[in-house]
Every structure is written in structure tokens, then in C-alpha cells.
């Protein structure tokens, strides 16, 4: 299985800001999703992230509020923009095969 | 077609009891179907999948029902203990998990002592 790494871990955030998300990979994949999960609810699938080409995103996520990218083919950025206390959520990576990052705890004050 | 049900929402358990979790799904094209643990303040951990050409998967105290037919799967945590008092959430993928996946609404689980 491979080892996911995201940075920051947690952060707490003014509104009106923007916070980029890592995702660190020890093998090259093919596919990388970015979930949410809302305090005390499952986790959602923000978009997935193929390496060269445009991110695909879920229905009600759009690109504008979460860009990703995707460089090359062990990393991945999700940048939450112009944050509000809704955007408040833990924010996980995946790779195939089901296993996740450790996730990064956002709160926006 | 993508929902995933899950249930119960809640559940406790006196320790050294079985720990019963259900879900049901609708699109016949998954093929991946894990359960993630995951305790407050963590991000979920993969506990245990199947791919739905074997009806029951056991690792340890934890074991997965398949039924194709009815579409549902089950986990069974045996000899439940207070240390798998914890959030649990079954999910649901195609291409034999290299997909999105389609997760349940969870299961809290408290085991008594």
C-alpha cells in the first residue's frame, strides 16, 4: 500500500483567505481524489486528480473555490479559496485502492 | 444509482459482544467494497475490503458478508472491546477500488465494558 503524507496537518484560517493542501505520494499513481468531511458527517469527494490533465470535479465543487493540481505523479495540491467558517472541515487524499493521507484539520474563523 | 446506505446510525455494544454494521448499495457495477475505522480527531483507516467474488472475508475479530443478490454487505466485529469504540463507514467503488468511492453515512459504535 502506499504512504500518504499531507501537509499542513491542521491550520486555523481568517475568512476571506485561501490555504493550499498537500499530498505527498511514495509511488507514482495514476489517480488522486481530495474528499471533505464535515464535522461529525462522511466523507464527500471533492474532485479527482489525474497527472496532465484538468482535474474532475464533483457535482456542487467547483474549481474556482478548489483548484487542484496535480505536477506529476506522487503529488497533489487542493487549494480551498476564499475560505468561510463553512469551509471549516477536515480535508483527506487518496489513492487508489482506498487508503487515505492523515488528513489536514481546517477551521476558518 | 451511487447512494450507499448505511446502518444503524448508532450502536453499543457490551464488551465481548458481536458488533453487526450494514450497508446496501445500488449500482451493480461496484466491485470494491472496504469498511474504514476512524477515531476523533483522525483521518479513517482502511480495516478490511472485498471484491464481490468471495461472500465473506475475515481478518482477525473482523469479518465482512457479501450478498451479490441482495446487494448488501455486512462487517462483524467479534469479541467486541471498548478500543473499537470508534466511527465506521462502509463504501463502495468501481474498477476494483482504483475509482472514487462512494462512502455511507457512518456508524458510531460505543463498546461498554
Known amino acids: 500500500s502506499a504512504v500518504i503524507s499531507q501537509k499542513p496537518s491542521r491550520d486555523i484560517c481568517q475568512r476571506g483567505t485561501s490555504l493550499t493542501i498537500q499530498c505527498q505520494v511514495d509511488?507514482?499513481?495514476?489517480?488522486m481524489f481530495w474528499y471533505r468531511q464535515q464535522p461529525g458527517q462522511s466523507l464527500t469527494l471533492i474532485a479527482t486528480?489525474?497527472?496532465?490533465?484538468?482535474?474532475?470535479?464533483e457535482s456542487g465543487f467547483v474549481i474556482d473555490k478548489f483548484p487542484i493540481s496535480r505536477p506529476n505523479l506522487t503529488f497533489s495540491t487542493l487549494t480551498v479559496s476564499n475560505m468561510s467558517p463553512e469551509d471549516s472541515s477536515i480535508y483527506l487524499c487518496?489513492?487508489?485502492?482506498?487508503?487515505f493521507g492523515p488528513g489536514t484539520r481546517l477551521t476558518v474563523l | 444509482q451511487q447512494q450507499v446506505k448505511q446502518s444503524p446510525q448508532s450502536l453499543i455494544v457490551q464488551k465481548g459482544g458481536i458488533s453487526i454494521i450494514n450497508c446496501a448499495y445500488e449500482?451493480?457495477?461496484?466491485?470494491?467494497f472496504p469498511w474504514y475505522q476512524q477515531f476523533p480527531g483522525k483521518g479513517p483507516a482502511l480495516l478490511i475490503a472485498?471484491?464481490?467474488?468471495?461472500s465473506e472475508k475475515k481478518e482477525g475479530r473482523f469479518t465482512i458478508s457479501f450478498n451479490k443478490s441482495a446487494k448488501q454487505f455486512s462487517l462483524h466485529i467479534m469479541d467486541s472491546q471498548p478500543g473499537d469504540s470508534a466511527t465506521y463507514f462502509c463504501?463502495?467503488?468501481?474498477?476494483?477500488?482504483?475509482?472514487?468511492?462512494?462512502f455511507g453515512a457512518g456508524t458510531r459504535l460505543a463498546v461498554h465494558p
Open positions: 487518496s489513492v487508489g485502492d482506498g487508503f
Open positions: 509511488s507514482q499513481v495514476t489517480m
Open positions: 486528480a489525474n497527472q496532465g490533465s484538468e482535474a474532475t470535479y
Open positions: 449500482n451493480t457495477a461496484f466491485d470494491y
Open positions: 472485498i471484491r464481490p467474488d468471495v
Open positions: 463504501a463502495a467503488s468501481k474498477a476494483g477500488g482504483y475509482n472514487k468511492l462512494i
